[in-house]
């Protein structure tokens, strides 16, 4: 006797969701409210941050730490405002001239 498959669900589809609404925990967090794209957020968590500026997690937090990527703390979160990211892209930008 054969049993039949379960069919598997479309991993396309599983990740445009994900893609679209943020990461389960966000989503659960939220209470399934939709949640701004990334781009269009104006404090970003230093993990996100990381992303946008194509750094690993860890090299991020190291330049919070020196101070070089600047942050703000709103209780005991620590985000990084936009126009932050975009100080740090030209700090490493002046960097580069002067080498």
């Known amino acids: 006797m054969a049993t039949a498959k379960?069919?598997?669900p479309n991993s396309n589809i599983l990740d445009l969701h994900l893609a679209?609404?943020?990461s389960d925990a966000e989503h659960a967090r939220t209470g399934g409210a939709?949640?701004?794209s990334a781009?269009?957020?104006r404090l970003h968590r230093v993990e996100?941050?990381?992303v946008f500026l194509?750094?690993?997690r860890t090299k991020a937090?190291?330049?919070v730490r020196l101070g070089r990527l600047r942050t703000v703390r709103i209780g005991r979160r620590r985000l990084v405002p936009s126009e932050y990211i975009d100080d740090y892209v030209e700090l490493l930008k002046r960097?580069?001239?002067a080498a």
Do not use: F, V
Request: no cysteine; hydrophobic share 25%; charged share 35%.
């Open 6 to 8: 379960t069919p598997q």
């Open 20 to 22: 679209s609404t943020g």
């Open 34 to 36: 939709a949640a701004p």
């Open 39 to 41: 781009e269009y957020r």
């Open 48 to 50: 996100d941050a990381a």
């Open 54 to 56: 194509s750094i690993k």
């Open 61 to 63: 937090y190291e330049e």
């Open 95 to 97: 960097e580069a001239e």
